[in-house]
């Protein structure tokens, strides 16, 4: 894992300057425009700063985990095909919105939202059934398939077969979760990213604590011990989730404020969806909710701001949504919220950690 993690840092230190390079040069950059004056002005600084900068961190990671990791491993695979499916869909969504011209005056708009969903929830329905193949037992009692709820001791006695206080998912209600945590991880980390650094440092913080869960899920003494599920050869996936943070960290060196690069919906389409796939894996769903708690406010803000307008006709619940741009609008500078949601999901991590002994 730790040389997954330095591969992937060090591919993205190397290849970024010149990415970037490319990206200026076929004037791939960043116009996005918000419906609050005020906003679009404080902004006019970012204008054309390049995106489509998570092709470097998909690269990454996918070159340190084809290096180090078994690929053999069925859960290798399927994080392998949610990173590519995930980052193909982001883009083709950023290019669309580069490119075309559509619409009369031109289009930015990229992926329509139900063709951006319906993709997402494909790649949900393939995995969820494919995982959930992958974790099948003889019994169809695995610990793979158990809903393990918050505080629950979740555990099997070897000898005495399925624990009867548990509930065993069948297939439909596994694919079920797996395309809800997929879907919504990855627009929720889409979400986010709106300001320089910032989606890019949760997720490497969430991936962290991601790291030491399917850690303890894939060792059975540690598992056992701390009464979590077991789920066999899930440990590999301590890999991917190495590589993810190595490649995050490589790309907050240019993300940083002043950015002089975007990930865009390239990368954080995928980074989410990678997230919520590896929770399902290790049944860890909630704790994931937990640790991400901030991607969940800022894409539980927009949901309310957008139903709240339709429904009042025109009134608003934050003076702009995501929740990170009502933040700034109310008088925090950029760089406050940024370390502020990076102090909250520190936080949120080490609880959801910690809950795992206090039950």
């Known amino acids: 894992a730790f040389l997954s993690g330095f591969i992937s840092f060090f591919a993205v230190i190397v290849g970024g300057p010149r990415l970037i390079s490319w990206l200026r040069a076929k004037k791939i950059g960043d116009k996005a425009q918000f419906d609050v004056a005020e906003l679009n002005a404080a902004l006019a600084s970012k204008a054309n700063t390049p995106t489509m900068g998570g092709v470097l961190i998909a690269a990454a990671i996918l070159a340190a985990t084809l290096l180090v990791a078994d690929l053999r491993n069925s859960y290798i695979q399927y994080a392998l095909i949610t990173i590519v499916w995930l980052a193909c869909v982001g883009g083709a969504d950023d290019w669309l919105k580069l490119t075309a011209s559509s619409r009369p005056g031109g289009s930015r708009q990229g992926l329509y939202a139900w063709e951006k969903l319906v993709f997402q929830l494909g790649i949900g329905v393939l995995i969820g059934y494919f995982a959930y193949s992958a974790g099948f037992s003889a019994d169809d009692h695995s610990m793979a398939h158990a809903l393990n709820i918050p505080f629950q001791k979740s555990y099997e006695n070897p000898s005495a077969g399925p624990n009867p206080a548990l509930i065993y998912l069948p297939v439909g209600a596994y694919v079920v979760f797996t395309l809800l945590m997929m879907t919504g991880m990855s627009n929720a980390v889409n979400i986010t990213d709106g300001m320089d650094g910032l989606a890019t440092g949760i997720t490497i913080i969430v991936t962290i604590g991601m790291l030491v869960l399917c850690f303890i899920a894939g060792d059975e003494a540690t598992a056992r011990t701390l009464l979590v599920p077991y789920v066999p050869t899930s440990g590999e996936l301590t890999i991917v989730c190495a590589a993810t943070i190595g490649a995050s960290l490589g790309f907050l060196w240019f993300n940083c404020s002043p950015a002089q690069v975007f990930m865009g919906d390239t990368g954080a389409l995928f980074l989410g969806g990678l997230l ?80 795992i002994k206090l039950r």
């Open 276 to 355: 919520g796939y590896m929770a399902v894996v290790i049944r860890q769903e909630a704790l994931l909710l937990l640790m991400a708690g901030v991607f969940l406010i800022e894409i539980g803000s927009v949901v309310l701001q957008v139903g709240y307008f339709k429904w009042t006709k025109g009134k608003r619940i934050f003076r702009c949504a995501p929740y990170h741009w009502h933040l700034h609008r109310s008088g925090w500078r950029e760089t406050t919220v940024v370390n502020r949601f990076y102090i909250i999901t520190i936080l949120l991590v080490a609880v959801a950690l910690a809950s």
